[in-house]
């Protein structure tokens, strides 16, 4: 376990890079372009973005722990973040040095109570994958063991030492980055950094407690027990505590690899919808979905042929349930409508359905949106991953360019377990990519959403019945405050607020103030520069002292507008 020493060392440097790499972010994409600088800020951009990729790879690398995991969320996030950044850090999962054995076996006979040699029948020293918060060796249970559980073909998964510790410190540390990102405004507005932190959080405390992990692969096994597409392996309750997992050894061909697919029969391509339509189902209909589909964790299982049966011939088994999310059903109704919108190209109603799922709030004025939305579906609507590979950059180049301002502008939120939703379905449409290049996400969300408008048809009735009741409530209701307010308005206790003349006003206040600063800046720095004829250090400190006043006339207020 890390010492209190290394722990000291380990929470600074990760404040280090952090503090280091948002100054140098402000300067060049705030500061410059408020000075007119812009073009320098662009022109050097791509290559700072390789450079902090590069030296947060090398951090990720050292340090291990949920830096690990930092890496690996933000090169899933080809959606948002630039190829310099996703590329660099894509292979993160696969460079984690494992843990030599003897510290494993000392961690896991504790655990057990018994010494491995008891625990199981035998046990592998070579790890079949190290992660950043565990490793897993193949093992196989005692005949007893066996005979009752049924498994006789194990995986071990076992925490790395002291990991415990290292994930309270790389929080503490995070916490402190998410505070000082909610001071920026640009920031702030958009993002609850806090929450998102705490989310993260908890979803890494839950990954690694392991009792809670198998918890999850019997809740998914439930979830699909009829489904003859997917399986999951079985836990061997007798050999697993908090820190070691015995499961059932369902190795197979990992789903991504082409070649052994194809030595199996199966056809890579048949593999890519499948898989899209099982998430859509985690997703849109049963609400507990695997939030970690990365290839690593699906492996393609060939099974015999039943003749007659119209089934393929393979199953996706789904292994490490640590990630799991839940969508709520107010949520998954909007991904509902999200999903049929998307597919009726309607941009209008995708708009409506981001708000109902809680990413834009209330406020937002969205007509420019449902413009840009309709664009893009009108342009781009139906084209695979290959087809979009050709078009030409400038294309993408013009609409951002023309509509960037419409998305950054608006109030975006992050409601809860949606960072968990983004990070599923981004790795679903590259593993699916990755099957099948000319794969079109398009021909699996159209029939999955013509399946839930024949559902959504299913709860009209229901939908009306619950609005009656809600309206018939709300009559009832109406005479009793009415009267209410009538007894305030004699009262004179009612208060009339007008937003925007409040905010009217405060921009008139934070510009006095900034006028003030630079009255206050000018005559600090003329009257240093006449009094250092004579008196040298003391006209040199007012001078100095003037930067103070500019800085407020520059810079205050502006993150209130």
Known sequence: MPGAGNTRARYRRILRFAG???????????????????????????????????????????LGGLMIKVGQFMSSRLDVLP????????????????????????????????????????????????????????????????????????????????????VDVDLAALRKVAGWLSHVRLVSDRVNTHALVEEFAQTSLEEIDYLHEAANAERFAAEFADDDRVSVPSIAWERTTRRVLTLEDVTAIKITDAAALASAGIDPADVAPAFAAVMFDQLFTNGFFHADPHPGNIFVTPMPVVEGSTAPAWKLTFIDFGMMGVVPPGTRSGLRKLLIAAASRDGKGLVDAVREVGVLLPSADTGELERAMTQLFARFGGMGFAELREVDPREFRDFAEQFGHVVRSLPFQLPENFLLIVRAMSLTSGVCSALDPEFNLWD??????????RDERGNVVQDLAKQAVEIAGIAVGLPKRLDSLATRLEEGSVAVTNPSLERRVARLERTARRVVSAILFGALLVAGAVIRADDAVFGTVLMIASVLPLLHALFAGRAGR
């Open 20 to 62: 280091w790499n948002l100054a140098v972010t402000w300067w060049y994409e705030l500061f410059l372009p408020r000075i007119g600088l812009t073009s320098v800020a662009e022109r050097t951009r791509s290559k700072r973005m390789r450079r902090f990729a590069q030296r947060f790879h090398v951090l990720a690398i050292d």
């Open 83 to 166: 190829p310099e950044i996703t590329a660099e850090l894509a292979g993160l999962q696969d460079e984690v040095p494992p843990v030599p054995f003897a510290a494993i076996r000392v961690l896991a006979e504790a655990e057990l109570g018994m010494p491995l040699d008891r625990a199981y029948a035998s046990i592998d020293e070579e790890p079949i994958a190290a992660a950043s918060l565990g490793q897993a060796h193949r093992a196989r249970l005692s005949a007893a063991d066996a005979a009752d559980t049924g498994l006789h073909a194990v995986v071990v998964k076992v925490q790395r030492p002291g990991i415990d510790r290292i």
């Open 444 to 453: 699996s969300i159209e029939p999955y959403a013509t399946k839930l408008i």
